[in-house]
């Protein structure tokens, strides 16, 4: 891919010559041994954002400890980290979905924006109106009124719900492609395990938000490697 993509920069940058690009945008995937997964989603979204002619560089955020996988908190450190390099608006992208259409616009024309309502898992139908997960899209406005994701949620299952629970809370809507439009493929994967405490923690979404996030982050200085295809910032949580 590195020798295909020869309009790519390094740390997985690109930036078009010929228009001025309105945004900047960060493409955020949390990664923990997923090699496959992660082939072949840039495989397929370098070209579509090329395509798109956006400004745009790819950020892997592995978590580099045993501890259980935490998503959100995996989220908010790329949402910082993208912060000092002057990034306007952040794709939180799960590693395992491959979008289907060149027309699903990665960037900000409203936040927060819901990119994959429609996902082969469900049969391409939204199973719930207040549905983000997956891939969404968010301004540094929105993304700090809701106090980014929720660090709490380790494992499968809960930390989506939970940032539903942040937006209602915060009187904002989520926009969306019709599901024509926002079509994924959701590619085959062994289920982490489930989060067992994920029912509990949701009871009080609505009140913890404005102290776990953002707002709670502590973290060890990731290390950051370059490399053609991606910036990946390894960190210990």
């Known amino acids: 891919m590195s020798s295909k993509f020869k309009w790519l920069h390094a740390g997985g940058h690109y930036s078009p010559t010929n228009c001025l690009p309105t945004q900047n945008v960060a493409i955020l995937i949390p990664f923990r041994n997923r090699e496959a997964h992660l082939r072949v989603l840039l495989n397929n979204l370098h070209p579509i954002l090329h395509r798109q002619q956006i400004m745009y560089t790819v950020y892997v955020i592995e978590q580099a400890d045993h501890k259980p996988f935490n998503k959100g908190k995996l989220y908010n450190i790329g949402y910082l980290e993208g912060l000092k390099r002057d990034h306007t608006c952040f794709v939180f992208h799960d590693v395992d979905l491959i979008p289907e ?137």
């Not at 009124?145 to 809960?158: C, E, L, T």
């Not at 913890?208 to 709670?216: E, H």
């Open 101 to 237: 259409d060149d027309r699903i616009r990665y960037g900000c024309p409203r936040s927060p924006m819901h990119l994959s309502p429609a996902i082969d898992k469900f049969n391409y139908r939204l199973p719930d109106d207040n549905l983000i997960g997956g891939v969404s899209a968010w301004k540094k406005r929105e993304f700090e009124m809701v106090n980014g994701w929720s660090n709490a949620f380790v494992n499968w299952g809960g930390e989506d719900d939970d940032m539903s629970s942040r937006i209602i809370a915060n009187g904002l809507s989520i926009y969306r492609y019709r599901e024509s439009l926002g079509r994924y493929t959701m590619l085959k994967h062994r289920r982490t395990p489930i989060n067992t405490a994920r029912f509990h923690l949701l009871k009080d979404s609505q009140a913890r938000f404005p102290i776990d996030g953002l707002s709670s982050l502590v973290y060890i200085s990731p290390k950051v490697e370059v490399y053609q295809l991606f910036t990946k910032i390894s960190v210990i949580i």
